[in-house]
């Protein structure tokens, strides 16, 4: 039987023929070829010639199969016509190359004629449509129904790789998870139709901002997660990082609404921080966490100081409550200092716990587990309250004005009773406006800027003054400096530190005194700790400065005994005594 119907399926030369089977398999819809053991094809039905859309004639099964699957395809006309012809039909998956589309083929080949010049029969079906479904399978399981962004699932098996190229490469690369600040007010305000267009705006944002190498994945709500090969020292993280705050710092337009977002981001890096997925992604997640209790719109490199036994915090959070009616916590006063004659000018109020066993508490502690129970209105009422009468009696003492700096939290700063407290200060010391700086960061203000104007506004009514406390690291609009009245910059230390020999730095701190000169705004340089870093800034033109070299944060009773001597200087280091004019 096989005899005669491989003699009837001898092809004429250049003029392939079909056989009665050739003809049941055509009617059945595949694709039918005769192949030497060479794997040349030698006839094809029509059916073929249709999908793979090539002339087939004397042409390599193999050739028109795309590379990876090529290995496979030779196996499998090897075993065909191998010594055991009478076996299982092999069955191999392989992309051919077609005109205008790739085609899935299920192929399966098996012998019908030895010692024909084509003994080989391949019968291929058409998988194209399956395939295609299995991929929208694969694609929903691995990816986001909103943003198209990839899923945990993905995200995770995108981090495996990455790490498995840094072991070989001994390069390591950063997590960075990123949240939406302000998103719950959209969705409740707004509904969530909205709610999706911004996210689905903020994933199209962020995507565009990073390489082709990167990861965008959203995991859930408002939170994304990025994955960075290669990047892993802090100026390559800053650079990402304040990219992808830019991008999100532009009005959301969707209709007819103007909505203002800000992202918070916390990254942590392979493989200082953690050598595994998940790990990286849960640190970096505790850093955006810590991101936003500390003023929101802003990125946190993970620090172990970051995840403390929630224990301990408990306990921790138990012994603040107490030490409020103890009396544990105190204010402390560091200089601010005229850079040009070396006299101070006032005092930045800091707060400081001592703790009766666990001895000086270090704020990066407490404040931002008061920032979340909601304690640190009371502490900064306080704080606020103490810090007023305390200046009065440094003037008092000195004989001339001085001025107080008070760092306001973002939870105070948004708490409905914060202008209360403050008529109170004032009202309670007798303390002017114009002595009272209240120092906010710019990622405060990124958070809700109709409010914060609202709020400044009326704080500058007050004759109050108010400075940006770490300019240059929360990545807000230079418009803001126009919109908001803003009276004074703090350069943060991180452009202070490696001056004057880091001409990076010294650009930035340049440029920031030019833009506070055109604007009228004082500026004040913090972390100063070298004279040669002192006598730089000075040479900028900078007014104002602070740090470790003008005077460390002192207790009161320190500054107003030297103020009692009239010896303003007793404050400072004596190398610093012996240079003053």
Same mark, same amino acid.
């Given at each position: 039987m096989?005899?005669?119907?491989i003699?009837?399926?001898?092809p004429?030369?250049?003029k392939?023929a079909?056989?009665l089977?050739?003809?049941l398999l055509?009617?059945?819809g595949d694709a039918?070829?005769?192949?030497t053991l060479?794997g040349?094809?030698r006839?094809?039905?029509?059916?073929?010639q249709l999908?793979?859309?090539?002339?087939l004639?004397?042409?390599?099964?193999v050739?028109?199969?795309?590379?990876?699957?090529?290995p496979?395809l030779?196996?499998?006309?090897?075993s065909a016509?191998?010594a055991?012809?009478?076996?299982?039909?092999?069955?191999v998956e392989a992309r051919?190359r077609s005109?205008?589309?790739?085609?899935?083929?299920?192929?399966?080949?098996?012998?019908?004629a030895s010692g024909d010049?084509?003994?080989? *029969? %391949?019968? +291929?079906r058409d @998988?194209?449509a399956?395939?295609a479904?299995? $991929?929208?399978l694969r694609h929903m399981?691995?990816?986001?129904?909103?943003?198209?962004l990839?899923?945990?699932?993905l995200?995770s098996d995108?981090?495996?790789?990455v790490?498995a190229n840094a072991?070989r490469s001994g390069?390591?690369?950063?997590?960075?998870?990123?949240?939406?600040?302000?998103f719950?007010?959209?969705?409740d305000g707004?509904g969530h139709?909205v709610?999706?267009a911004?996210?689905?705006?903020a994933?199209?944002r962020?995507r565009r901002t990073l390489r082709?190498s990167?990861?965008?994945a959203r995991?859930?709500?408002?939170?994304?997660?990025?994955?960075l090969p290669?990047?892993s020292?802090e100026?390559?993280?800053? *650079? %990402?990082? +304040?990219r992808? @705050?830019?991008?999100l710092?532009s009005?959301? $337009?969707?209709?007819?609404h103007t909505i203002?977002?800000?992202?918070?981001i916390?990254?942590?890096?392979?493989p200082?921080?953690?050598?595994?997925?998940?790990?990286?992604?849960?640190?970096?997640d505790?850093?955006m966490s810590r991101?936003k209790?500390?003023?929101?719109a802003?990125s946190?490199t993970y620090?172990p100081r970051?995840?403390g036994p929630?224990?301990h915090?408990?306990?921790?959070e138990a012994?603040m409550?107490?030490?409020?009616?103890?009396g544990?916590?105190q204010l402390?006063y560091?200089?601010?200092?005229d850079?040009?004659?070396?006299?101070i000018?006032?005092?930045e109020t800091?707060?400081?716990?001592?703790?009766?066993?666990?001895?000086?508490?270090?704020p990066?502690?407490?404040i931002?587990?008061a920032e979340?129970?909601?304690?640190?209105?009371l502490?900064?009422?306080?704080a606020?309250k103490a810090a007023?009468?305390q200046?009065?009696?440094?003037?008092?003492?000195a004989?001339r004005?001085?001025y107080?700096?008070?760092?306001?939290s973002?939870?105070q700063?948004?708490?409905d009773k914060f202008?209360?407290?403050l008529?109170?200060a004032?009202a309670?010391?007798g303390?002017?406006?114009?002595?009272?700086?209240?120092?906010i960061?710019?990622?405060?203000?990124?958070?809700?800027?109709?409010?914060?104007?609202?709020?400044?506004?009326?704080?500058?009514?007050?004759?109050a003054?108010i400075?940006?406390?770490d300019?240059g690291?929360?990545?807000?609009?230079l418009a803001?400096?126009k919109?908001?009245?803003?009276?004074v910059?703090k350069v943060d230390?991180a452009?202070v530190?490696?001056?004057?020999s880091?001409?990076?730095d010294?650009?930035i701190?340049k440029?920031?005194?030019?833009?506070a000169?055109?604007?009228?705004?004082s500026?004040v340089a913090?972390?100063v700790e070298?004279?040669?870093q002192?006598a730089f800034?000075?040479s900028l033109?900078c007014?104002?400065v602070q740090g470790?070299?003008t005077?460390?944060?002192?207790p009161?009773?320190v500054?107003?005994t030297?103020?009692?001597e009239?010896l303003?200087?007793?404050l400072?280091p004596?190398?610093?005594?012996?240079?003053?004019p």
């Amino acid at each position: 039987m096989h005899t005669s119907s491989i003699a009837a399926i001898q092809p004429e030369p250049r003029k392939p023929a079909l056989s009665l089977l050739d003809s049941l398999l055509e009617a059945a819809g595949d694709a039918v070829f005769r192949v030497t053991l060479g794997g040349q094809v030698r006839a094809a039905s029509r059916r073929a010639q249709l999908l793979t859309g090539v002339e087939l004639d004397g042409r390599p099964l193999v050739a028109m199969v795309h590379d990876v699957d090529q290995p496979a395809l030779r196996a499998a006309l090897a075993s065909a016509g191998g010594a055991h012809p009478g076996s299982e039909p092999v069955v191999v998956e392989a992309r051919f190359r077609s005109g205008e589309r790739d085609v899935w083929f299920e192929l399966r080949l098996a012998l019908v004629a030895s010692g024909d010049d084509a003994p080989l *029969l %391949v019968v +291929g079906r058409d @998988m194209s449509a399956q395939h295609a479904t299995e $991929e929208r399978l694969r694609h929903m399981a691995t990816h986001d129904a909103l943003t198209e962004l990839p899923n945990r699932v993905l995200l995770s098996d995108r981090i495996r790789m990455v790490i498995a190229n840094a072991r070989r490469s001994g390069q390591g690369f950063a997590v960075a998870t990123i949240g939406l600040d302000g998103f719950k007010k959209v969705n409740d305000g707004l509904g969530h139709a909205v709610g999706d267009a911004v996210l689905r705006m903020a994933a199209s944002r962020l995507r565009r901002t990073l390489r082709d190498s990167d990861t965008l994945a959203r995991v859930g709500g408002d939170e994304f997660v990025a994955v960075l090969p290669g990047s892993s020292n802090e100026a390559q993280i800053k *650079l %990402v990082t +304040g990219r992808l @705050m830019a991008a999100l710092q532009s009005p959301f $337009e969707i209709d007819g609404h103007t909505i203002y977002l800000a992202g918070s981001i916390g990254v942590a890096t392979y493989p200082d921080h953690a050598e595994d997925e998940v790990r990286l992604v849960t640190l970096a997640d505790t850093a955006m966490s810590r991101a936003k209790e500390t003023g929101k719109a802003r990125s946190v490199t993970y620090s172990p100081r970051d995840a403390g036994p929630p224990e301990h915090d408990i306990s921790l959070e138990a012994a603040m409550f107490n030490a409020v009616r103890e009396g544990e916590f105190q204010l402390y006063y560091q200089p601010i200092v005229d850079a040009a004659n070396r006299t101070i000018e006032g005092f930045e109020t800091l707060m400081r716990w001592k703790h009766p066993t666990l001895g000086m508490v270090a704020p990066s502690r407490f404040i931002p587990i008061a920032e979340t129970n909601g304690l640190i209105n009371l502490l900064g009422a306080w704080a606020l309250k103490a810090a007023c009468m305390q200046i009065r009696q440094f003037e008092e003492i000195a004989g001339r004005e001085l001025y107080i700096s008070v760092n306001i939290s973002p939870r105070q700063f948004r708490s409905d009773k914060f202008l209360t407290v403050l008529d109170d200060a004032l009202a309670l010391s007798g303390t002017p406006g114009r002595n009272l700086v209240l120092e906010i960061t710019e990622g405060t203000l990124m958070v809700d800027p109709v409010h914060a104007e609202s709020v400044l506004g009326k704080m500058a009514e007050r004759g109050a003054r108010i400075a940006i406390d770490d300019f240059g690291t929360g990545y807000s609009s230079l418009a803001y400096l126009k919109r908001f009245p803003i009276s004074v910059l703090k350069v943060d230390r991180a452009f202070v530190k490696d001056l004057p020999s880091a001409e990076k730095d010294a650009a930035i701190c340049k440029a920031v005194l030019d833009l506070a000169k055109h604007l009228d705004l004082s500026v004040v340089a913090e972390g100063v700790e070298t004279e040669a870093q002192l006598a730089f800034l000075d040479s900028l033109g900078c007014q104002y400065v602070q740090g470790y070299l003008t005077g460390k944060p002192m207790p009161a009773h320190v500054a107003m005994t030297a103020l009692k001597e009239d010896l303003y200087t007793e404050l400072l280091p004596a190398d610093f005594r012996a240079v003053k004019p």
